[in-house]
């Protein structure tokens, strides 16, 4: 008795959890990513239940697994990609969030079968050395590069800021980038297809930070911790 009441309090204080996050975006139109990579399976049947359709993983083989598990609702691939693991995220993910060198795009895009897959761009736009993501000054270069891939479709640009990012300096960067990408500012010499830029999304903001995302205006918010409540993740 004491075990099941311990699982019928958890599930609703997860159930809580998610529905704060819900209202609090939803009423902003943004997207929430439940970012599934330490949380039980048991947890994600709960919000498959309740209604969530969106899952981040950031192992390949995890992804793969719990798409093969769970068919019915979309599983995003964030975090660094080995060129070794391309086939699982070309054949199972719903979107690749983590694009950040042109041989990497280039080894899923040879994977991808019968469909455009969506990716977003990540930028490093902290300048921190040694972060994963693209610097700003190479970005027309990737965009370049993954528009002439034709299995791959760009629909945005990702970042994660710094630990210090408290008034949301890095999402206004990377909300300047996708600005001047759309208005033509940025790349401006070169020969991008730019009516499939008008519509780039920014995914931005995770568990410590995802209110300075809100301010700025991200579109999709990754959450792990501050959803699941478990051992520290996204």
């Known amino acids: 008795m004491e075990q099941r009441a311990e699982c019928v309090k958890r599930t609703e204080e997860l159930l809580a959890r998610w529905r704060v996050l819900r209202r609090e975006l939803d009423v902003r139109g943004v997207q929430l990513l439940a970012v599934s990579k330490y949380a039980a399976d048991a947890d994600v049947d709960i919000l498959i239940d309740a209604g969530q ?89 990737l965009v370049q590069a993954v528009q002439d891939m034709p299995t791959l479709n760009l629909v945005g640009l990702m970042c994660m800021a710094a630990q210090k990012n408290h008034n949301g300096s890095d999402f206004s960067k990377l909300r300047s980038l996708r600005e001047a990408l759309m208005n033509g500012s940025l790349c401006n010499s070169q020969g991008l297809q730019r009516e499939y830029l008008q519509t780039l999304k920014l995914c931005m903001g995770m568990s410590g930070d995802y209110r300075a995302a809100l301010a700025v205006g991200t579109d999709m918010v990754r959450i792990g911790s501050g959803l699941f409540d478990s051992v520290a993740q996204g």
């Open 53 to 141: 359709q969106d899952f981040a993983e950031s192992r390949p083989q995890q992804l793969r697994d719990r798409a093969q598990h769970y068919p019915d609702v979309r599983w995003h691939m964030i975090g660094p990609l080995q060129k070794n693991k391309a086939k699982y995220i070309a054949r199972y993910a719903a979107m690749w969030h983590s694009v950040e060198d042109i041989r990497t795009a280039r080894a899923v895009a040879g994977y991808v079968l019968d469909r455009r897959l969506p990716v977003l761009i990540q930028v490093n736009v902290s300048g921190i050395p040694h972060r994963h993501g693209v610097l700003p000054e190479a970005l027309c270069e």
